[in-house]
Every structure is written in C-alpha cells, then in structure tokens.
C-alpha cells in the first residue's frame, strides 16, 4: 500500500501563493496517476487536479485553472500543487491520493484507492 504524505499548507493572503508536497513512499514507476483533492468546512470533498504520473498530462477543475500547476518529480517521487493568485474560497484541507487504475473518471473521489493525511491551506481576506 502507498503511503502518503503532505506538507506545504499555512496561513496567506488574499493573492499569495503556497506550494504544496505531497511525498509518496511507492516508486513512481508504479503509480498510475494522481490527483488533488479539497474540502473545506461543511463541504464536500472537491477535485482539484490531476496528472498522469508517465506521462505528466494534467488536468484542473474550472475554478483552479489558470492559477494552479500540478506537477510531479519522479526523481523525489513526489507529488506538487503549486497555488498562484490565492482567493479566501481556495481555503480548505488540501489532500493528495493515488488513483486507480483503470478508474473511469479522475473527478471523483471513488476513483482514488489511497489518500494522504491532508493540510490545511487558509486564505485570509
């Protein structure tokens, strides 16, 4: 089983930016792809972003795109979301996981076999 690990979170300002990690215990040879994931308080759990681990094809929800980049390191087996231009509605507790293989759809969460612990991000107005 993968483990996960994420770090980066913290406290910013309206228009700040954050990089978050997401370190992965698995080699990346073996991971198929992975994705971000949010939830803030009282809501469900939202897609962020996602990457074809091979290949590094992304893919972002509307309300990131243009202002977040997924990337990954094959080197570090390590997973990163970079946040730009932060809005008070990006606060949440941001979690990476590992998709399935052969899953349908990389929006949703049924799609992800293991998850890391999360972190919080908070943008203040």
């Known amino acids: 089983q993968v483990q996960l690990e994420e770090s980066g979170g913290g406290l910013v300002q309206t228009g700040g930016s954050l990089r978050l990690s997401c370190a992965a215990s698995?080699?990346?040879?073996?991971?198929?792809?992975m994705g971000w994931f949010r939830q803030a308080p009282g809501k469900e759990r939202e897609f962020v972003a996602h990457i074809y681990w091979s290949s590094g094809s992304t893919n972002y929800a509307d309300s990131v795109k243009g202002r977040f980049t997924i990337s990954r390191d094959n080197a570090k087996s390590t997973l990163y979301l970079q946040m730009n231009s932060l809005k008070p509605e990006d606060t949440a507790v941001y979690y990476c996981?590992?998709?399935?293989?052969?899953?349908?759809?990389?929006?949703?969460?049924?799609?992800?076999?293991?998850w890391g612990q999360g972190t919080q991000v908070t943008v203040s107005s």
């Open positions: 698995k080699r990346p040879s073996d991971t198929y792809a």
């Open positions: 996981a590992g998709r399935r293989y052969g899953s349908r759809t990389y929006v949703t969460t049924a799609s992800y076999a293991y």
